[in-house]
């Protein structure tokens, strides 16, 4: 981990978000993130998405702190490339080598967001149920990234399309009832 990355990461530990965000602003000037700087910022947005979860299920996002916090996570998604729900604003790829690195992108922001929102689980209902194995594979392969951050003691945030709003899954039997709903049969 570089030495940048490391004091970011120490800010978001520490609660000092709006810092941590400067760290990643003057450390860019117009670049590109490096890959441990880009992973401290998608750690840093995964907090502040949760924290914001948080207090709008306790009906507190009417309140200037849930703002402040609001408005570092939109600032740090404009670095990360990312929307308020952690999917990324980018297109998808057209080559395979641009569907690698999709993939790899996809991959970090599943483990650092943990979010499935409402058109990502319709793009995967669409792959699951498209039936080639190359599709399920893919499903099985974006379902294993979320196994792994729930077990790593991580909540999710996954769109429940019976209930029409997204579900907080805090360990892997939630999950994975989730999983067997909406994509039974799938080898995890």
Aim: glycine share 6%.
């Amino acid at each position: 981990m570089s030495e940048l990355a490391r004091k970011i990461s120490e800010k978001v530990e520490l609660g000092a978000f709006a810092e941590a965000l400067q760290l990643a602003r003057v450390s860019t000037s117009g670049r590109m993130l490096d890959p441990a700087v880009r992973q401290a910022m998608l750690d840093l947005t995964a907090e502040l998405r949760s924290i914001c979860m948080g207090m709008a299920s306790r009906k507190k996002d009417f309140v200037p702190e849930y703002d402040a916090i609001e408005n570092v996570l939109r600032q740090a998604n404009e670095l990360t490339g990312q929307d308020m729900y952690g999917q990324y604003t980018r297109q998808e790829p057209k080559s395979m080598d641009e569907a690698q690195k999709w993939n790899a992108e996809l991959d970090a922001v599943l483990r650092s967001v943990g979010v499935v929102d409402r058109s990502f689980c319709l793009r995967l209902l669409d792959s699951y149920t498209y039936g080639t194995a190359s599709s399920v594979g893919w499903v099985e392969a974006k379902m294993k990234v979320l196994l792994v951050r729930v077990r790593q003691g991580k909540h999710l945030s996954v769109f429940d399309l019976k209930i029409g709003k997204p579900m907080l899954a805090h360990r892997e039997a939630e999950l994975r009832g989730w999983i067997e709903e909406y994509f039974p049969g799938l080898n995890l």
